[in-house]
């Protein structure tokens, strides 16, 4: 029995990425991998202990944006009256530490009502009540988002709910809850049932050991930034995260803070939510929204208030995929930027799901500002050719003779953006001649915010 049951947690636990294929939008990547979709079949527990199978492409590999539930689990064209069972395949799965606990918790989920265990995170500062999403809500949801948080933080496995929760408000409720509380990085989103929640860790001790590890690097980044404005602070997590982690899919706590903070291993979620936390230890007003790419495929990024007006902020897409991780690469395209030039570019279905039950988890704040954009306050925002030609020459000498990959301005419109762009080899002939360790230069330039990168390779 016991054996059976390690084979089903395998593929509950299976690590697979809340947003499957958030890596970069841009598809040029001197070096890169590939940053197809991983795509997979996996096997889940139903409640009744029958194993059910969610087809390639269906609702289970990408929960934030297609929440499932445990009496209806579908893909796009799937039908919630329920699944089929199916047979049990073997699944490759990376188990977490206490993996038997986990295994015990779910062999006895049904007779279980709740778990005893005191908060681990009592002391965390941040009242949910403050955060933008749950102000969004009305009064029978923000009652709910409570309730999950609470089970939550005291790793319940039950939470009871009357039939006026609905199997749409749950998925709305949680998801929102599970967005804005980074803290909360044992907690899994690879199942989302009404009444139910599911973990990644349950063990006290060693949820406290890896709290600990946490707290240790964001005293790190936090001393860092202490003293500086908002927007300094902004740019020393967005490069902190950048240059300290790899992007990868599927593996461990990569969905979550411990992943960006300690083992350098994350997904988009897990760079959205690292950045969240970080701002929510500063007292830097933020949230997580969630997304697709052009594709289809599910992101999440954050949105971030400086000096009185909001802004989109974009990690994962600032952190260059590649095959050999460059310590010395990030970008800043997508460092506080309007919604203008992202939304419905790079950027689309604004916080909404849109597979399975279509629900919006809220509307956030409209991003109006380019006040506080990285190439404005940096001074490397061009108006005419000139100015442009001059600027991008001596970004790309200041890079190799530094030997960092970018070399990246903006500009303000898109008639000097394709004057300068027309010539890019130009520009490569032009910087392996004036310093010969730049092997090729690549371009990353981007036509939605005007960005001109010029990538080097030595």
Sequence with gaps: MKKRYAALLAAVLMTLSMFSACGSSDKNEAESGSEDAVSTSINVIAPEGDVTTVPDGGEFNDPAASYTFANGETNASGSEAGLSTETEASVAATLPPNHQDIVDMIQNAETAVTTTKAPVMKDYNVDCTTRYGYNQLNDAEKKLYKQILEAAKSVEIRIDVDDSVTNE????????????????????SQRVTKGRLWYWEIDPELIASM??????????????????????????????????NNFVKEQGFNQTIYGGLVSGEIQCEGYAKTMQYLCDLSGIESMIVVGTNESGDSHAWNVVKVDGKWYNLDTT???????????????????????????????FNVNKKVTGTKVTYFNPPACTSEDMNYFKVEKKLYTDKASADAALKEALKKAADSKLRAAEIRVSSKAVYDEITADLKGYATWIKSERSSVKSVSSNCDPNTLVIELDLVY
């Design 169 to 188: 408000m749950w998925v709305k409720v949680f998801g929102c809850m599970y967005l804005q509380e980074p803290q909360l990085f044992w907690l899994s």
């Design 211 to 244: 709290q600990k590890e946490i707290d240790t690097a964001a005293a790190k980044v936090i001393g860092q930034a202490e003293g500086k404005s908002t927007y300094e602070k902004l740019k020393i997590f967005h490069d902190y995260i950048a240059l300290n």
């Design 317 to 347: 897409w600032d952190d260059p995929i590649l095959t050999n991780v460059d310590k010395t690469n990030v970008r800043h395209r997508y460092f506080l930027v309007p919604d203008e030039w992202i939304h419905n570019k790079s950027h």
